[in-house]
């Protein structure tokens, strides 16, 4: 029996009902990604096996550095088969990091290639898998037909153009694919060379010479009405904690006027122009129904030197360990206070903060929509399988499991539609051990109805998209 099996990660007869019934044929709606727009817009179609599998994608990149392969061999310039090879060598030795079930899930759902993958056989899986990528099937677009995905939602800058998405929204791709609106560069007071730059581009794209603070955010507005006419129902924050120091407009402009003219603000100055900015986004968020994600809490990019020579997003990036919900608690109670606050979703990055987290979101449903407030899927280095139980048990003793929208990759990879797979077998086995213990009842309509919901519908309901 191959490793990847019928009854991967289901443990009782329950679990295997559950997901086989309610769970495995569920469309998806991957609703936070970083896939690049101008690939879903272009149909790209793959080189090769390390093209799609390996460039981009940082949790493999921190393994094969933890297991003594060299940069070249990593984002360096080695050949695509070389960097494979590395990857292929290094799989045996990730055995109980989560990365040895998703490169084998990825094997069998795109490839069917069922084999343990190591440096054996490494040739033959680059060969068939080669092979494979000629067909259509592995296509973007082939791919999004081939895993039922039915919208997803990029991540995208306002000052970027949104051609891209026209050009998706005019084909004949059956997948609805949206642009969520991420304005994380808006904070980034601390370079005022790039962030006039950012600010020169911004005013640009939405035809508004940026001079003054009111400039800024008329800028942005323009830019948030152009996303919702695309079909946008979603933002995203990336933050290392809320930012809940708010200042008054004049002292916002005052901190506008200084970066504009070069010089770098204070950090309470920054902390307080990025409390003002979040102030604004959330009243422009709940003013169009749109859903409000806050991504709260990495330290990123602290190895220096190799940030200095790499760049971003290349795996430098930790879990942060400064207090958070106050912050978290001030700010959605600012919005709450100017009847601003937009359905949101807040997704943790330090599991100490859990429950801590669960609980600030629950304080503000107000009954208006189910489930308003979410406690987010587990995030980064928290979509593991210990880490999915982790926050579907936080949020079951905290709030309702019930009503919880769900999974999404927040990959750079079309590989990566398996983790919905990976956590709808999680939330199967999570739920189906109870039912055999008598924790829950047996009760298939039951149980088998929320995890539907929790696959697909919850999120579709809760988010007001338009899905094929």
Known sequence: MSFINDRFLLHTEAAERLFVEFAKNEPILDYHNHLPPNEIAENRRFENLSDIWIAGDHYKWRALRANGISEELITGDASPKSKFLAWAATVPKTLRNPLYHWTHLELSRYFGINELLDETNADSVWDRANEQL???????????????????????????????HEQIAASDLKTKVYPAFRPDKAFGLANPTAYNAW?????????????????????IEKRHNDFHAIGCRLSDHGMPHCYADFPTEAEANAIFTKVRGGFIPEPKEQEQFASYLMLFFGCLDAAKGWTKQLHIGPVRNVRSAAFEKLGPDVGLDSIGDELQVENLGKYLDRLDRNNALPKTIVYNNNP?????????????????????????????????????????????????????????????????FTRHEYFRRVLCNLLGKEMERGELPKDFSLIGNMVRDICYQNAHDYLGLEVA
Request: glycine share 10%; net charge negative.
């Open 134 to 164: 000629t067909d259509y099937r592995l296509s973007v677009h082939g791919i999004l037909e081939e895993f039922k995905v039915a919208a997803l939602c990029t991540t995208d800058d306002p000052a970027d153009p949104l051609n891209y």
């Open 199 to 219: 600010l020169n581009k911004l005013g640009g794209t939405s035809g508004i010479e940026i001079n003054s603070v009111k400039d800024l955010l008329d800028a």
């Open 352 to 416: 100490v903060w859990n429950y801590s987290f669960a609980t600030m979101v629950g304080n503000f449903q107000d009954g208006s929509v189910p489930g308003k407030m979410q406690f987010g899927a587990g995030w980064w280095y928290l979509d593991t399988k210990e880490g999915i139980e982790w926050q579907l048990n936080t949020l079951s003793n905290t709030g309702l499991l019930s009503r919880f929208v769900g999974m999404l990759t927040d990959s750079r990879s079309f590989m990566s």
